[in-house]
Every structure is written in structure tokens, then in C-alpha cells.
């Protein structure tokens, strides 16, 4: 049985056929207007004898099966794509069911299905890149709620006096997201993250303001595991900084031996790295085909 | 059908016996040392019929089923009880099968079952007093996670030039619970939270480290509703000032008109009152029976 897989992001969409890692074949191309963007997708598909889609997709999302714009991109500021009905869209064009979360809510499916999330009932999937974003796998399932909870926007502790850069969001300003993004970086150093080499002091300060956003994740939904995933986190430092100032921040106050004796496993990486979000369009295809 | 309950909290015991809030018969009494609570708990009990009992306890505790110390309080400095098997002692004593959860997942049971929870999916229940500990309902069913996630202990911005009280929470000074428990507000203002004015500025920063707080929760958990219970709740003030202040933190992000329509009934106290706890380990009863 295969199953089709879209990743739609804000700058790429990513379009998957296959039933799992071992048979998946996918393209990609660039997040244009989206009649033109869902055109591509469509063509991908058609003929590919796929019995339902999966879409991961960017937001603010309707998840709401209930609602009359379930399936649909709100209320984004990107260009073309407010309000538009993207689950509809390719479902009627492909005609076949589709199934329809949040990209980050793929990601951790994909993970759970057959990444670093394998056998755990409850565990966190964040990208930290242009944006913050988490999805969450709770009690054996996907986190929703009244609408999807981002995770991007928590606040947090932030030292002016050790940092007094200002935050990018503009909603808050030093949220997480706003502290700890990509585009934060940049402007607080005046350099793209990617640029910054590998000993500066700005990384023990993302760090920091990481740690602190897996902390308030720890003390409200308690995961078995936090996978880490997105460009900042490419930067593989990171991963040990993270897990020394998580555990020196929480201060011995969560006595489990999965971070007091584990912390290694605890944070890691995507296993399926970039694929995660398609496969977990995949994942979420062959579950409401099931 | 009849159950029996206990919440089980640090300063005293409530015991219950019946179906739900219109037969509930309760007595309670103070936590002595553990032998001695248990015995009062079971002559309560005992020859009354009941097919099962559920436990709300004050923690920490093991909630994990398959572990040999399930049922046991754990790592608690109160004299006696460290390591006490209580669901154990409980369940020989009266000879029924006994389900146990934490007393802030029993108080949100209660309120799911009887209360301000009913017909929600997603919902926080916390609770403000000589500390601050949470329970959720997800997807319609208790979170629990790794370990039970408390809530108290979310980091928080804290201003130190508004407030430069370092806070009182013995692992993080200024989380949640160590700038906004009952304790918090007496160390801060030298007086017992019950005994400021109502107009005391004390409520205006206490209203903005609960809505940080429930911010934090709104994205990690996007719950349809809060309801806040304990002692320092009692001050009926706090609620419109929290809501006012939880709008203003979230400054527009969340865009649903349950929060910005009806904030009245998004942030509410319980509707069992003190009874929450004791129902809802009446509701863990039930279940675990059925």
C-alpha cells in the first residue's frame, strides 16, 4: 500500500510517495502562489495509484474536524495563502483522502513511527530554524488541544544585563522564538547562525535559552525524550551544551534516571533528519486510511 | 454502586464515600505519620461497602504501573512518609482494588467528571497555595508523562527591577512556585497572602506571574479552559485581574475567540470547590472498577 506525503513549509514543499523510509521517493520545489504550488503537488501524485495523502503542513492551521475550514491555511501573513483551503485543494484534485496536521505534528509522527521516537509514549519533537515550533506525542498520541500549541512563544527567563538584546517576535519580543530563532541570532551577532564559528560565546547563550524552553516542557508535559531538529540545531555543538545547562538549570528537582543517568538520550537528534516531516505525512496517511 | 475516596494531602486527609457529588459522605483529619493515617482511613472505610477506592495523593509519587514501587509516596522530606507504600497499605487493609493518581490530576478529574471540566477534551486544573501544582486532561484523558509534571515549576520572566524578591523555591529561587505560592507572597510583603487588602499591588504582580504561568500552558498544552483552585485563589480579585493580564501577556497571538470572546469562562474557578480532590479520586475509583 502507498501512501502519498506532502511537507508543505513556507518556502519549500516537500512531496513524498511510498509506505516508509526503505520505498520512499520524493521532490521538492519552492512554496509559490498556491494554485500554482498545489498544481505541482497534484501532478506528482497523479497516476501514482496513492489511497490517501498526508499533509504537514505550516500555519496557524484549522484542526478542527468539526469546523467548516478544517484543513485550511488562517490567518498567515504569507502572501496568497491566507484562508486557502489546502487539504481540500489537493483532495479534490488527486481524489483521494487526506489527512491533515501541523508540519511540526508530522515530524514527531514520522519520528514516532520510525525515528528517535520509537516505543515512547510521550515525547517532544521541536525545530528550532527561522522559527521555534514543537509538536508533541502525549500519552501515545498527537498533542492538539484548543488550537495547535506552537511552543515557539513560551517565555522565558532573559538576563538583560547578560543579554540585553531586545527579541525578534512581534508579538513578545523575547520569547523563546524571539531569543532563540534563527533570525535572533543573526541580529543580536550581526551574523547568520551558520556563520558563527563554533567556540562563540553565542552558543552558550542559545543554549541557555534552549535549555530553559525544554525546562518548561519538562515541568508541563514531561516527556520520555526531546527531539531536536531544524537549521540551528545542525550546528552538532549545541547538542552537549543543551543537555549540560538542561540539567543544571532543572537542578536536580525531576529525579529520573532517564535525565540523571541518560541525558545523552534524552536530546537528541531527528534519526530520519530531513525526512521526518514527509514521513510522517506518510505516517499520518496510512492512519486515517486504516 | 459505591466508592471510596482519600485525598491524600500533606497537612490532612479527606476521605469519601459514594457515586459522585450528591451522596458524597467525607471526613477528614489531620497527616500524622503514615501507620497511623492509614488505620484512620481504613476505620472510615471500613464496612461500608465500597467496590473500590481511589487516591489522590501529594507527592511525589510513582505512577508508573509497572514499576515495583507504584502506589508509594517517593522523595518527600515529610517525616515518616519517604518511600511509604501507600496504595499498597491502603488496598490490604480494606481488600479492594485501589486506583491512584496525584491529588491535582484527581482535583482535574473531579472537575472533568461533576465540575468546570465537563464536555472538555483539553483542560488545566491548578492549583495556588503553599504551593502551585497542576493536572491536565488531554485529549481527553489525565497527562501524566515520565514523571507527573507538577506545573510549579515553570521558569518565568521575573523584572527584578519591579520585583526584586529572589523568590522562594528551594531548587530554581524564582519559577513559578517560587515567586507566586502562598509562601512567596508572605516572604515578599512580610504578611500571609490572606491577610493583604484587596487593592494591595501584591495582586496586580501576582496576576502577572499566573497569566505568565497559564501563557506558558496555552503553548505547551492549548487548553479549552483553566481552572485555578487553593488558598490563594480564595482571593476572588485575582481572577479578573488574571484574565485581563493573560490577554495582555499573549498581546493577540492566540487567535480564538475562546480566549478573546470569552475570558469570563476560559480562566474559572472550580466548580466543586474543595470537593474537587475528594470526587475526583471517587472518579478514579470508578474507573479503575469498571
Given at each position: ?60 492551521v484549522d484542526l478542527r474536524p468539526e469546523s467548516s475550514t478544517f484543513g485550511h491555511i488562517t490567518s ?123 567556540d562563540h560565546a553565542g552558543w552558550a547563550l542559545e543554549a541557555n535559552y534552549i535549555a530553559l524552553g ?77
Amino acid at each position: 500500500m502507498r501512501y502519498g506525503a506532502i511537507e508543505a513549509g513556507g518556502t519549500k514543499f516537500v512531496c513524498g510517495i511510498g509506505a516508509g523510509p526503505d520505498d520512499l521517493q520524493k521532490t521538492e520545489f519552492p512554496t509559490t502562489m498556491p494554485e500554482q504550488t498545489v498544481e505541482r503537488a497534484v501532478a506528482f501524485f497523479r497516476g501514482s495509484g496513492v489511497r490517501a495523502i498526508g499533509i504537514g503542513s505550516f500555519g496557524p492551521v484549522d484542526l478542527r474536524p468539526e469546523s467548516s475550514t478544517f484543513g485550511h491555511i488562517t490567518s498567515t501573513p504569507k502572501l496568497g495563502w491566507r484562508d486557502f483551503d489546502l487539504a481540500g485543494a489537493i483532495g479534490r484534485a488527486v481524489g483521494v483522502p487526506v489527512a491533515f496536521d501541523t508540519d511540526v505534528n508530522a515530524a514527531a509522527l514520522g519520528e514516532a513511527r520510525w525515528g528517535a521516537g520509537r516505543g515512547l509514549s510521550d515525547f517532544v519533537y521541536i525545530t528550532i530554524g527561522t522559527g521555534i515550533g514543537g509538536g508533541a506525542v502525549v500519552g501515545g498520541r498527537l498533542l492538539h488541544g484548543l488550537v495547535h500549541p506552537e511552543m515557539g512563544h513560551i517565555f522565558l527567563p532573559h538576563d538583560r544585563t547578560r543579554d540585553p538584546f531586545a527579541g525578534v517576535c512581534p508579538y513578545h519580543g523575547d520569547c523563546f522564538e524571539g531569543l532563540a530563532a534563527g533570525p535572533a541570532i543573526q541580529s543580536r551577532w550581526n551574523t547568520p547562525a551558520s556563520m558563527l564559528s563554533a567556540d562563540h560565546a553565542g552558543w552558550a547563550l542559545e543554549a541557555n535559552y534552549i535549555a530553559l524552553g525544554l525546562a518548561n516542557l519538562v515541568t508541563t508535559l514531561s516527556p520520555q525524550r526531546f527531539i531536536l531538529g531544524g537549521g540551528v540545531m545542525k550546528q552538532a555543538q549545541l547538542f552537549p551544551l543543551v543537555r549540560a545547562e538542561l540539567l543544571r538549570v532543572l537542578n536536580g528537582y525531576v529525579q529520573s534516571p532517564v535525565l540523571l543517568e541518560a541525558i545523552d538520550e534524552y536530546v537528541v537528534p531527528p534519526a530520519l533528519e530531513d525526512r521526518a516531516g514527509v514521513l510522517g505525512a506518510i505516517a499520518l496517511a496510512a492512519q486515517s486510511y486504516t
